[in-house]
Nanobody
Framework: QVQLVESGGGGVQAGGSLRLSCAAS????????MGWFRQAPVKEREFVLA????????DYAASVKGRFTVSRETAKNTMFLQMNNLKPEDTAVYYC???????????????WGHGTRVTVSS
């Protein structure tokens, strides 16, 4: 099992930037695909992006492509989400997630953090 802890959430005005982090601990010897999901008030949780274990492959939701950038430091078991040009519709609780299957689009995630809140004001 792996434990995931998010940090870096907060409030920002539209057009601003935030950087989220996700630290993994526990059974980190496995090669985990990691990702970010978000859930806005009264909406279902949605996929934001994913990154392969090596960082060589990524997948972004259309709504964030060109504004959000994911990276990871495998040696430190940490993933980062740089969010630029934030919009009010980006307001949500952001969840870090992971799975240890082979990289492929649409794979289900098995491990989840507790989330960090991002609020973008207009």
């Amino acid at each position: 099992q792996v434990q995931l802890v998010e940090s870096g959430g907060g409030g920002v005005q539209a057009g601003g930037s935030l950087r989220l982090s996700c630290a993994a601990s526990g059974r980190t010897s496995s090669r985990y695909v990691m990702g970010w999901f978000r859930q806005a008030p009264v909406k279902e949780r949605e996929f934001v992006l994913a990154i392969s274990w090596s960082g060589g492959s990524t997948d972004y939701a259309a709504s964030v492509k060109g504004r959000f950038t994911v990276s990871r430091e495998t040696a430190k078991n940490t993933m980062f989400l740089q969010m630029n040009n934030l919009k009010p519709e980006d307001t949500a609780v952001y969840y870090c997630a992971a799975h240890d299957r082979i990289w492929s689009l649409g794979r289900p995630f098995d491990y989840w953090g507790h989330g960090t809140r991002v609020t973008v004001s207009s």
